[in-house]
C-alpha cells in the first residue's frame, strides 16, 4: 500500500512538473483584423474614420504623428526560458498633408530570423520597418 502511494505521489509530481514545460502562449497588441483594414478606403477615410475603424493605433512615429503602427505579437514562454516571439504583424498607415494615407503591411513568422537586408541582426522590429 505504501509503495503505491509513493508511485502515485511520485507521478503525480512529475506531471506537475511537465505541465510547467508546456508553456503559455501569449497574445500581445492589437488584433489586425484584414476585413476591417480592407474597408477603410484612401481617398474616403481619413484619420478620424480610420481610427473609428481600427481603433487607437498601438504607437505613433517618434517624429511626426501621420505614423501610425498597429502590432500584434504571439508569444511563447517555456518553463525557465526567456519570451519568445513567434508571429510579428505590423500595419503602418502613413497620413501625407491632405489627409490620404498609405497602408504597409508587414508579417513576420520567425521573429528571430532578421530580414536578409538587416545589418542588425535580432533586432527590435522597428529596425525592419521599411
Avoid at 505504501?2 to 512538473?17: F, H, I, N, S, Y
Avoid at 483594414?37 to 477615410?45: A, M, N, R, Y
Wanted: aromatic share 10%; proline share 3%; with cysteine.
Amino acid at each position: 500500500m505504501k509503495a503505491g502511494l509513493a508511485k502515485l505521489a511520485t507521478a503525480c509530481v512529475a506531471t506537475a512538473l511537465l505541465a510547467g514545460c508546456a508553456g503559455i502562449r501569449e497574445h500581445r497588441g492589437t488584433v489586425i483584423d484584414t476585413e476591417l483594414v480592407s474597408s477603410v478606403q484612401v481617398g474616403v477615410d481619413n484619420k478620424d474614420s480610420v481610427q473609428r475603424v481600427l481603433g487607437r493605433p498601438t504607437f505613433a512615429g517618434a517624429f511626426s504623428d501621420n505614423d501610425w503602427y498597429y502590432v500584434s505579437q504571439e508569444a511563447r514562454t517555456v518553463a525557465f526560458k526567456s519570451q519568445k516571439v513567434e508571429d510579428q504583424e505590423v500595419l503602418h498607415i502613413t497620413f501625407d498633408a491632405a489627409g490620404d494615407w498609405t497602408v504597409r503591411y508587414h508579417f513576420y513568422e520567425d521573429c528571430n530570423d532578421a530580414p536578409e537586408d538587416s545589418p542588425h541582426g535580432h533586432a527590435a522590429f522597428l529596425v525592419h520597418v521599411p
